[in-house]
């Protein structure tokens, strides 16, 4: 057996007085793709942040090559060979591609910036990715997918020994998702040691050589991976069996809530038109770009559009956010970090911005405020040891949570729902899967906005399926399959698929 490049032994981690992790071992080898899953919460991006020296342990230590180390922060572990791609970008947005790849090791030609090479290096380290962003294009202009695709890109021009990937392809398409995946496997083979963590359990099993499952802080089992079968790892994360992971579909009424009527997006949405029932889940599925959540924001009024949108029977007098929230539509962002949350404030002012009507008379009523927290944490089973905290402290799957128990206060009748679990392990997603089918059931109608197929179609009754900013074709029944959809987002005719 090789020996470890990278270990823990015995970390503990606490934050104030609350312990996250508990007397952890763990390790990682050269040449092996090691993961490392859990429910969010249970301890794995602190263990990666200490693994990759941005945190300490409380207690325990640090072995690299079997020697105790001390990284004072992540500089000292990147000279040590140790290169971490976060799941929250870090890049400087305003910076251009170039510039962020190298940010730190910059090339120089004299007492200049050597350009020419940097722009150089940085092509042909996203050729690797089959990726053609310009590097001189600023972060700040790219799209999400086309960010995470920058911090990939940067991660491999550094050669590390050992490679931290914190949820690599929660914003990439199947098709980047493979190309990433064909670059782990050219790492592992060329020895590097990976620690790979995903709630995409089909990724784990189809990339890893060894598997660890954190739960509530603890290493509950390390395993090879050939011998665990995706349910099994699932129930070793959440502790119980998970059968029935999408809820019952209830048939929606005949009344028309929602109508859009060529509805236009410049740049992005031609010509699209659709309608939506009460008490319907209605999936929109295609491929990264197809123009599914712009034509969402321009429904609400977050971006120009064109055309009619109806809501039970009225045209929105005029296109804004809030118009169509006083008409009883409202989106929930893909983006929650980033555009759905205020992560430096407390849970409270972020649950009732949207409602923030209902809380101010002259002031806001703060105790109105905490006893709607109160009613949202027991409702959303938002898991909070110390409700005092920002909302950026909280894990994904609660932030998601706090982000839908926010839209709801607002008390729609219509809710688009973008990207509803991203990042999320599989036990928040049977949660979240529940609220979407109850919001159906208690009459209100539902837009899921997926790039994950099976979600859409566990979810939806009918699936509106987009293809380079038109809508391709709806289908339901016994035509809501995957391979249908899949023709459908690529532009072929589903018809055909059988032939």
Aim: charged share 25%.
């Amino acid at each position: 057996m090789t020996a470890p490049v990278l270990a823990i032994r015995g970390v503990s981690r606490l934050f104030g007085p609350v312990q996250v992790l508990f007397d952890l071992d763990f390790d990682l080898r050269p040449g092996e793709v090691h993961a490392l899953i859990g429910e969010n919460g249970a301890g794995k991006s602190t263990t990666m942040k200490i693994l990759a020296g941005y945190l300490q342990p409380s207690a325990g230590e640090v072995l690299l090559d079997g020697v105790p180390v001390h990284f004072p922060s992540s500089r000292e572990a990147e000279a040590a060979g140790i290169e971490m791609i976060h799941q929250e970008f870090n890049l400087a947005a305003q910076l251009t591609v170039e510039e962020n790849i190298f940010l730190g090791r910059e090339v120089k030609r004299g007492p200049f910036l050597d350009h020419r090479a940097m722009q150089d290096e940085s092509r042909r380290l996203l050729e690797r990715l089959h990726c053609s962003i310009d590097p001189r294009q600023r972060v700040s202009a790219l799209s999400v997918p086309n960010r995470q695709m920058v911090e990939i890109a940067k991660a491999l021009g550094l050669n590390a020994r050992v490679l931290i990937m914190d949820e690599p392809t929660a914003v990439l398409t199947h098709r980047e998702t493979d190309t990433l995946l064909e670059q782990v496997d050219r790492l592992r083979a060329a020895g590097t040691a990976i620690l790979y963590t995903s709630h995409k359990l089909d990724e784990v099993a189809r990339i890893a050589d060894r598997v660890t499952v954190l739960r509530d802080g603890r290493r509950v089992l390390t395993a090879p991976a050939e011998e665990l079968s995706q349910d099994r790892m699932a129930e070793a994360m959440v502790g119980r069996t998970l059968s029935g992971l999408y809820p019952a579909k209830v048939a929606p009424s005949a009344e028309i809530v929602l109508e859009v009527k060529s509805l236009a997006v410049p740049g992005f949405v031609r010509d699209a038109s659709f309608t939506l029932r009460r008490g319907e889940v209605l999936g929109f599925a295609g491929l990264v770009g197809s123009g599914r959540t712009e034509l969402m924001e321009g429904i609400v009024g977050l971006r120009d559009a064109t055309g009619e949108v109806r809501v039970k029977g009225r045209t929105l007098p005029h296109r804004s956010v809030t118009a169509a929230r006083e008409a009883g539509l409202v989106y929930l962002t893909e983006d929650r970090k980033e555009k759905g949350l205020l992560l430096g404030k407390p849970l409270a002012e972020n649950l009732t911005l949207l409602a923030l009507g209902r809380f101010t008379r002259g002031l806001i009523d703060k105790a109105a405020e905490e006893r709607a927290l109160d009613q949202a944490i027991t409702e959303f089973d938002i898991r909070v040891g110390d409700r005092r905290i920002s909302a950026g402290s909280l894990s994904g799957g609660n932030q998601q949570k706090l982000l839908l128990a926010k839209t709801m206060l607002a008390e729609p009748d219509i809710v688009i729902i973008d990207e509803p679990t991203r990042g999320i392990d599989v036990g928040t997603k049977q949660q979240i899967y529940g609220f979407i089918a109850n919001l159906a059931a208690s009459g209100k109608s539902v837009i899921v906005v997926s790039s994950e197929l099976p979600e859409v179609i566990g979810l939806a009754s009918r699936v509106v399926v987009m293809s380079a900013g038109r809508i391709a074709g709806e289908v339901e029944g016994e035509a809501l399959t995957e391979e249908t959809i899949v023709r459908l987002a690529m532009g072929l005719d589903h018809r055909k698929a059988s032939a």
